[in-house]
DNA sequence: AATAGTGGTAACCAAAAAGTAACTAATGGC
DNA sequence: GCCATTAGTTACTTTTTGGTTACCACTATT
């Protein structure tokens, strides 16, 4: 029986992917940004438990990955505009497919749709109506 | 303007496949499996940055989710074989998009190639090329 | 009688990630 | 003059994750 070795799986771009959106926030930021850009506040109210400083931590990382865009307004109070760049474009079929074969694998648990909602009257920010877990 | 917000973030599908398998470890395993099944101590050896507990406990995970059969065979020493499921077979074309993306994202790092490597004469771990970075 | 081999576990410690609360700059509205 | 607003930052604490070492059971080999 042959016996068989991975040379230096730590280099790998499967490790590479996982490394730039394997966690508990990213591929949440790429979907949201996925219908356009959002600002800042916005991001913070549709993710509610996330906390402002990972938040501002996990787009940095992405900005550095190439995967999102921060424009910068000079206006008071501030607008900051975030993005999805052409790489994270293409990462969206993918995301699609993790997506569905969750569902396929799991068929009990029933997942929300992770839907968009339109035409709320009042500011997202101030009436999301999601409570923590 | 539309404002939008998303319900309930954390219970989608997609946030469920990245507790699933989006960390540091779990798609190395699972690619390492993809080939057949593979005993403790073989796992252990393919990833030399990993410690003993932690793989135990991964692979608990995965098992766990089902995505791994553990197979304890009653032996001396013991012998317990670790493959994938049906579910995780499922996920394989989605690793290797996953894996695709980011050569195509980032053409420059030249990622190695996660190559399996046959007919080592002296079992693996204890004949493993890899270096701590 | 000692040692090697396998697949773990337990206790303990270090490092990384995440959460909390308070604070900032600059302006418009009351 | 005071408050609200936005996109953060800073300092601090807590939680989670990962790593280290030692140990076990059981047998075959030396």
Redesign the interface.
């Known amino acids: 029986m042959?016996?068989?070795?991975?040379?230096?799986?730590?280099?790998?771009?499967?490790?590479?992917?996982?490394?730039?959106?394997?966690?508990?926030w990213k591929?949440?930021i790429l979907?949201?940004l996925s219908?356009g850009s959002m600002r800042f506040g916005?991001l913070n109210?549709?993710?509610p438990?996330i906390s402002k400083k990972v938040l501002t931590n996990q787009l940095k990382e992405l900005e550095n990955d190439?995967l999102l865009l921060r424009q910068s307004f000079a206006e008071i109070p501030p607008r900051v505009e975030y993005s999805l760049t052409e790489?994270a474009v293409?990462?969206l079929?993918?995301?699609r497919?993790?997506?569905?074969?969750?569902?396929?694998?799991?068929p009990k648990?029933e997942?929300?749709?992770?839907?968009?909602?339109?035409?709320?009257?009042?500011?997202?920010y101030n009436?999301?109506?999601?409570e923590k877990?």
């Open positions: 042959a016996r068989k070795y991975i040379d230096n799986p730590n280099a790998c771009s499967l490790v590479h992917t996982m490394n730039i959106i394997g966690n508990k591929p949440i979907y949201l219908n916005m109210a549709l993710i438990t190439g790489k293409g990462l079929p993918v995301l497919m993790l997506s569905d074969w969750a569902n396929e694998a799991y648990m997942f929300e749709q992770c839907r968009i909602i339109e035409n709320v009257k009042k500011p997202a009436n999301v109506s999601y877990p």
